[in-house]
């Protein structure tokens, strides 16, 4: 955690991928500030800012895709950029490209233009400008209509989640149960710290007793659950990645990767929970030995 970086202090995730350990935000923002370089957090699985909000925290810049909870659907490709406008670029000496004269601006100073705004500014003057990335205007509308609807969703995100991995937890084909708002995981203190009250995101992961071939069929045998390795649509999405999405890993990479072969990832969608549990329960009596069925 006290390894910085020359210039910027970056966490990847303030919920991670897919362990859904916390990141202790206002310890990491205090280290960052000692060293005079901004705290920047990937909060995507904060579903836009439901579930935690980090500048709150102390986070300087937030980064989010907005392909996942923001939308909503899984039908925009996009991405977020927030800019907190409270770190302080000049007084930190370490970012000269904020602070002197910009060749493709005419000899603009950024921090001087936009003062506090100054990575925004620049991100939309030059990063934007060189690299093209510009949303298209229909995915911005299927943005703001997912907008509409952001907290009702993620509300029931995490009321399905923490049911589902509490019914997961008791079920005897299970070994083990990841998920925040279950004492057992080790960020559970944290998530009731920092996160919404009473809401733990709406992700979770779960093994089945047995070698890879069960996870995945298990994942086959889902009816109500999509097979998709997307995260924060309304529908439920399941995966699993030792088989799919890490599959070019060795297994040595994948365990480095949190990927075990009994892993299976839940984005955990808004329908009737009652639901939910029953295609988890039919998927494990058609997937599972006699013995692990309940």
């Not at 390795?229 to 365990?255: C, M, R, S, W, Y």
Request: hydrophobic content about 45%; overall charge neutral; proline content about 5%.
């Amino acid at each position: 955690m006290r390894k910085i970086c020359a210039q910027f202090f970056a966490v990847h995730a303030v919920i991670g991928n897919p362990k859904y350990n916390i990141a202790p935000i206002p310890e990491l923002a205090k280290i960052a500030h000692d060293h005079k370089i901004p705290l920047i957090v990937d909060n995507t699985f904060g579903a836009g800012g439901y579930y935690i909000r980090p500048i709150e925290h102390g986070a300087d810049i937030v980064v989010h895709s907005a392909t996942k909870w923001i939308g909503g659907h899984g039908t925009t490709i996009a991405g977020v950029v927030v800019d907190s406008g409270k770190f302080d670029w000049v007084a930190s000496g370490r970012f000269p490209s904020f602070t002197e004269p910009s060749e493709g601006y005419h000899g603009l100073k950024f921090s001087e233009l936009f003062g506090s705004l100054a990575f925004a500014g620049k991100l939309r003057a030059e990063i934007l400008r060189d690299l093209g990335a510009a949303l298209n205007p229909f995915g911005a509308f299927l943005l703001l209509q997912g907008l509409e609807t952001l907290s009702l969703r993620a509300q029931r995100h995490a009321d399905n989640a923490l049911a589902l991995a509490q019914w997961l937890e008791q079920h005897p084909a299970v070994s083990w149960v990841s998920y925040p708002g279950l004492p057992s995981h080790p960020s559970h203190a944290n998530a009731k710290r920092l996160l919404r009250p009473n809401t733990y995101g709406g992700v979770l992961s779960f093994g089945v007793k047995g070698d890879a071939s069960i996870g995945s069929a298990v994942v086959d045998k889902l009816k109500l659950a999509s097979n998709l390795a997307n995260v924060g649509d309304a529908k439920t999405l399941v995966i699993h990645p030792a088989t799919t999405t890490h599959q070019q890993l060795t297994t040595e990479e994948q365990f480095a990767s949190g990927v075990t072969p009994d892993l299976i990832r839940v984005s955990v969608g808004i329908e009737d929970i009652s639901d939910i549990i029953a295609d988890f329960s039919h998927a494990f009596s058609l997937a599972l030995p006699e013995g692990n069925k309940a």
